[in-house]
């Protein structure tokens, strides 16, 4: 078996972002483990994929395993996987809150107290959330509580996980994203979006990707909320 190579765990990869990610990875030679619900199977050995719900605890371990079976390693966790359901707070419904807390919060706990257990082994690792800027920065025409509690908890949890494994090698980081262009928006909201956006527009994928292999290859910076959201955070 071939150890020597670095290995990064991706969930949530069948998405836009995920998909990029996994291809931004493997351009730097990275193996590597994709999971997610719907994900394809992959014609590269150097993927392996792992279908399965992230909100349960099983999917981490079949991924976490696996993964260490067939490559030897974990080196990066990159947490990409998320829900995102926007609604004024008293129409939430108990069905939306256990959605967004199963993906969110339970699936990032059950990945990343795995994959650190792994990187323990080896001296030294890297773990990145995707969350929110709306966490840090709420929008009264973006009702999102559920995100805020939830991607606001990674933000926190961002933070705690890089000091506790600070003196282990192990860096902890998160990238918190304005609103990406994704399929997930239809191109006739994309002027309205990109509105809400100092710079005037929506972020790219690209932009997210290339935040994440910053923080990658960022060995002195951890515990950082890496904002990627066209100056929302600075103001408006």
Known sequence: MDTQR?????????????????KAYRDR??????????????????ILVVPGDIAD???????????????????????????????????????????MLGVNIAGFFHMTQLAV?????????????????????????VPSVLAS???????????????EYAGRGIRVNAV???IIKTPMHPAKTHAALGSMHPVGHMGEISDIVDAVLY??????????????DGGQSAGH
């Open 215 to 228: 923080l990658e290859s960022a060995s002195f910076v951890t515990g950082e909320i890496l904002h990627v």
């Open 117 to 141: 257990a792994e990187m323990e082994k080896r001296g030294g690792g890297h773990v990145v959330q995707i969350t929110t800027t709306l966490a840090d920065y709420a929008n009264s025409k």
């Open 149 to 163: 509690l939830t991607k606001g908890g990674l933000n926190a949890a961002t933070k705690s996980l890089a000091i």
């Open 57 to 99: 605890h099983k999917t981490a371990e079949t991924a976490i395993s696996e993964g260490v079976e067939q490559f030897g390693r974990i080196d990066t966790l990159v947490n990409a996987a998320g829900i995102f359901i926007a609604k004024p707070f008293t129409q939430y419904t108990e069905a939306d809150y256990a959605a």
């Open 29 to 46: 030679d990275y193996r590597v483990v994709a999971t997610a619900r719907s994900v394809q199977p992959a014609r590269d050995a150097n």
């Open 6 to 22: 670095k290995v990064a765990v991706i969930t949530g990869a069948s998405g836009g972002m995920g998909t990029a990610l996994v």
């Open 176 to 178: 918190s994203p304005g």
